[in-house]
């Protein structure tokens, strides 16, 4: 797993082009976008209000979650996030992996909270959100929002970042 770049974007492409119908429905929340294009060039492009991270199965990516300051003051200290996995790698962890490493990322860049937005029907991730435990959910109709407190970073004696506090992320077989 690593933060996606520029070098990542033909793979990006690849994964977001193999979302069936209703993966793109669940994604986001209607039909492909027209812009999806330019919505790749920003998940590879990072900058100080975003990021992105991929996990891979060897040289394939099978999941990326992007990361979006919503601060309107350039504090960054809040971000929505928006998650995809492709279909034949759902149910072995790599949808948690990827929020929770995510999550500690975002600690890291001083985000304390992160927002979502999913659709009541998108079973399969509203499970990932109660399992990690951190989620605050709230049900409006079909679309149900998300609340996230982020990791706390840890520090060593001399303030410098030794990771972040104590998570659930699960150990799999993702670089």
């Not at 933060?3 to 082009?17: F, M």
């Not at 793109?24 to 790749?40: C, E, M, T, V």
């Not at 490493?101 to 998108?122: F, M, P, Q, S, Y």
């Amino acid at each position: 797993m690593h933060e996606l770049g520029p070098a990542d974007r033909d793979a990006v492409a690849a994964l977001y082009s193999g979302l069936s119908p209703r993966d793109n429905y669940l994604r986001f929340f209607g039909p492909r976008p027209a812009h999806l294009d330019r919505y790749l060039d920003r998940l590879c492009h990072p900058t100080a209000d975003r990021f992105a991270l991929g996990a891979f199965r060897g040289r394939t990516l099978v999941g990326v979650i992007g990361c979006t300051s919503t601060d309107s003051d350039g504090a960054h200290s809040s971000a929505e996030v928006a998650l995809v996995v492709d279909e034949h790698e759902r149910r072995h962890g790599v949808a948690t992996e990827l929020l929770c490493r995510a999550l500690d990322v975002a600690a890291e860049r001083g985000i304390t909270r992160i927002d979502a937005e999913v659709l009541a029907e998108n079973t399969m991730m509203l499970r990932v959100l109660r399992e990690d435990g951190r989620a605050h959910l709230v049900f409006d109709g079909p679309i149900v929002d998300v609340d996230i407190a982020a990791a706390t970073p840890v520090t060593d004696d001399d303030g410098d970042s030794t990771g972040t506090s104590p998570g659930s992320s699960p150990s799999t077989a993702l670089s």
